[in-house]
């Protein structure tokens, strides 16, 4: 069964830095492109981040756009999103998932890791 | 405020038809970007409901259904049941933002 679990999510002060992990699991995470999407509490879905399959194309949010890096490691099936500078508003759960072409749907999620910025 | 207009709720009795709007622009739905739909259930990870417009996943019950016109896309849910209640996102491309857009979510729900 193709999985995804995510990794790495706590509580952090403001200004302080995590580094998120998602390990693929029944598919060949070379194939496609990973993304990241986060959700406030309470609130909707955030596109954060792309990598493409070789790592040629990283893309991310404004919001998180210098705070942020995604890589990927294909033959250890993980693709990691090191956040810096972390806000309060950054609190939320961060997915990964699962995207098989360009511009398709992001067809399989993680369960998601939660992210807590606070002093 | 999102790139992708939808409305906080519907609600309809079981059996009835609902459809959940997505507005968008000339820089994303307007510019022939496919739309994905996602169903958010309470507590749980989005799941693909639609995608590329108007295709089901395997899985997926035929009662669910989507459209495209314009910038604006269409999920219709045929047959509401109360196992919908859910959260439901649209998804598409947008040029200007060069990176995936998201609609601020629907909560269905059935009276």
């Known amino acids: 069964e193709d999985q995804l679990v995510e990794s790495g999510g706590g509580l952090v002060k403001p200004g302080g830095s995590l580094r998120l992990s998602c390990v693929g699991s029944?598919?060949?995470?070379?194939?496609?492109?990973m993304i990241w999407v986060r959700q406030a509490p309470g609130k909707g879905l955030e596109w954060v981040s792309s990598?493409?399959?070789?790592?040629?194309?990283?893309s991310y949010a404004d919001s998180v756009k210098g705070r942020c890096t995604v890589s990927r490691d294909n033959p250890r099936k993980t693709v990691d999103l090191q956040l810096t500078s972390l806000r309060v508003e950054d609190t939320g759960i961060y997915y990964c998932?699962?995207?098989?072409?360009?511009?398709?749907?992001?067809?399989?999620w993680g369960q998601g890791t939660m992210v807590t910025v606070s002093s | 405020q999102s790139v992708l207009t939808q409305p906080p709720s519907v609600s309809g009795a079981p059996g009835q038809r609902v459809t959940i709007s997505c507005t968008g622009s000339?820089?994303?739905?307007?510019?022939?970007?496919?739309v994905h739909w996602y169903q958010q259930l309470p507590g749980r990870a989005p799941k693909p409901l639609i995608y590329g417009n108007s295709n089901r996943p395997s899985g997926v019950p035929d009662r669910f259904s989507g459209f495209t016109s314009g910038a604006s896309a269409s999920l219709a849910i045929n047959g509401l049941q109360p196992e919908d209640e859910a959260d439901y996102y649209c998804?598409?491309?947008?040029?200007?933002?060069?990176?995936?857009?998201f609609g601020g979510g629907t909560k269905v729900t059935v009276l």
């Open positions: 998932a699962r995207r098989p072409g360009e511009l398709a749907v992001f067809d399989l």
């Open positions: 990598i493409s399959p070789s790592s040629s194309y990283l």
């Open positions: 000339s820089s994303n739905i307007g510019k022939g970007y496919d």
């Open positions: 998804h598409s491309y947008d040029s200007n933002v060069s990176g995936s857009v």
């Open positions: 029944g598919f060949t995470l070379s194939g496609y492109s």
